[in-house]
């Protein structure tokens, strides 16, 4: 992940995933929509990345992203599916909740 810092809204590809351990690497088919500064995996095939301007969730390995809503994010921590906490702005810290989680 990554993108502009100082252009967050401006989707450039910046989503990669390979198919054979990092011997090679595809961009993404539907990239995310702008700035993201973090990246998680919630489980094998779904990942979750944040940034100031939202996030955007990937239900296929990372192929393709759609807008997912989300206040503004700089960094994420997932210790498991179960326990993921992220921080944004003005010292905004949270936990997100999956669904198995509540």
């Given at each position: 992940?990554?993108?502009?810092?100082?252009?967050?809204?401006?989707?450039?590809?910046?989503?990669?995933?390979?198919?054979?351990?990092?011997?090679?690497?595809?961009?993404?088919?539907?990239?995310?929509?702008?700035?993201?500064?973090?990246?998680?995996?919630?489980?094998?095939?779904t990942?979750?990345?944040?940034?100031?301007?939202?996030?955007?969730?990937?239900?296929?390995?990372?192929?393709?992203?759609?807008?997912?809503?989300?206040?503004?994010?700089?960094?994420?921590?997932?210790?498991?599916?179960?326990?993921?906490?992220?921080a944004?702005?003005?010292?905004?810290?949270?936990?997100?909740?999956?669904?198995?989680?509540?």
């Amino acid at each position: 992940m990554g993108g502009d810092y100082l252009n967050p809204k401006i989707a450039l590809p910046i989503a990669a995933v390979s198919a054979d351990t990092a011997k090679s690497w595809q961009a993404a088919q539907q990239q995310p929509s702008g700035y993201r500064s973090a990246v998680f995996s919630l489980d094998a095939q779904t990942f979750l990345a944040v940034g100031l301007t939202g996030a955007d969730l990937s239900q296929d390995f990372g192929l393709h992203w759609t807008p997912f809503p989300s206040p503004p994010l700089n960094a994420a921590f997932a210790l498991d599916a179960n326990h993921i906490y992220v921080a944004g702005p003005k010292g905004v810290i949270a936990q997100f909740l999956t669904a198995e989680s509540k």
